[in-house]
């Protein structure tokens, strides 16, 4: 009896070892298409280059890496999180955290992100269409110029509500070029769209859909076609005609001045004997130069006598 049953649990054993299938990736961290991003750079680029997806127990994560000319050292990248209900099977068995936006918190981040490179927080207050965001710029050693952006989408305390308005959605930012301005990278913040969501009703991070202006519908205000702060003029009309550029009056045309005669400088003296010319064929000798002739002095006769 013994030994039928070690048999069977031998033949059972076996069996379970030859019955299964292909392995299976149990990592959390996968790379997908790049169509499969969950939020796209504005029109022009940078290109999408790959998209690492992570998945949490509260939060799926998408770093997406962008097409870079900078010298510095790393990788430009739009890193994108959303809180929300993940299912059971993608979840890594990690939790992500949403916390706020706090002073320490980024000064972290830059010295993680650009290491070496001196990073200065903007005190300005700047917004794009999903709500407020903060940023740091600085040069780097190699001459680029790079931008660090932050951005937390939530909506208002006061529109979170118990079955709406729940999650977030958390931006990064890393942009490093060595021909693009602080402003030309900064324009990427303005002009990238969000992509995804997750399909529960109770998820909404923008919040409440702005209501009507007051100003609508109501005599005494101006609703421009174009928007509130550009009137039609501005916009519709032909930009204006090039205002005439104010000319000199002519000069009259003064007669032309007469050429002015070469001037030679004057030869110097000749210097050294005189040599005369050759003589000319079928031309007498030329006679010679005369010479002096030594002749015998007389002297005079003398004087009568008295």
């Known amino acids: 009896m013994l030994k039928r049953t070690s048999c069977l649990i031998l033949l059972l054993l076996v069996g379970g070892c030859a019955s299964g299938g292909p392995p299976q990736i149990l990592a959390s961290t996968r790379t997908v298409d790049a169509q499969q991003a969950y939020a796209l750079p504005p029109p022009g680029g940078p290109s999408i280059v790959s998209v690492v997806e992570r998945s949490y127990n509260n939060a799926v ?32 068995g990690d939790t992500l955290r949403d916390r706020q936006l706090g002073t320490t918190n980024i000064d972290r981040e830059l010295r993680g992100t650009l290491p070496g490179v001196p990073m200065h927080r ?24 790079c931008v660090y952006a932050w951005q937390r989408i939530r909506p208002p305390e006061t529109q979170s509500r118990w079955f709406t308005g729940r999650g977030s959605i958390q931006i990064r930012l890393r942009l490093c ?65 090039p205002q005439p550029v104010a000319v000199a009056p002519k000069r009259r045309a003064q007669p032309p001045a007469a050429p002015a005669v070469e001037t030679r400088p004057a030869r110097p003296a000749p210097i050294g004997p005189i040599v005369p010319p050759p003589p000319v064929s079928g031309a007498a000798p ?21």
Request: proline letters at 15%; hydrophobic letters at 35%.
């Open 286 to 306: 030329p006679m010679p130069a005369p010479t002096q002739i030594n002749r015998a002095v007389v002297p005079p006769p003398p004087p009568a006598a008295q």
């Open 122 to 145: 903007s005190p300005n207050f700047v917004q794009n269409r999903y709500g407020a965001f903060g940023f740091a710029s600085g040069h780097s050693r190699s001459g680029d110029t």
């Open 61 to 92: 994560q998408q770093e997406i890496l962008l097409a870079t000319s900078a010298r510095t050292p790393g990788q430009n990248v739009l890193r994108v999180q959303l809180f929300g209900p993940v299912k059971a099977n993608l979840s890594g």
């Open 177 to 241: 070029d060595s021909r693009l301005t602080e402003e030309q990278l900064l324009a990427f913040m303005y002009g990238f769209t969000i992509n995804a969501a997750f399909n529960n009703y109770s998820w909404n991070p923008y919040g409440e859909p702005a209501g009507v202006p007051e100003n609508l519908g109501r005599p005494g205000a101006n609703v421009f076609p174009t928007g509130p702060d550009m009137p039609p003029s501005a916009a519709l009309m032909p930009p204006p005609a």
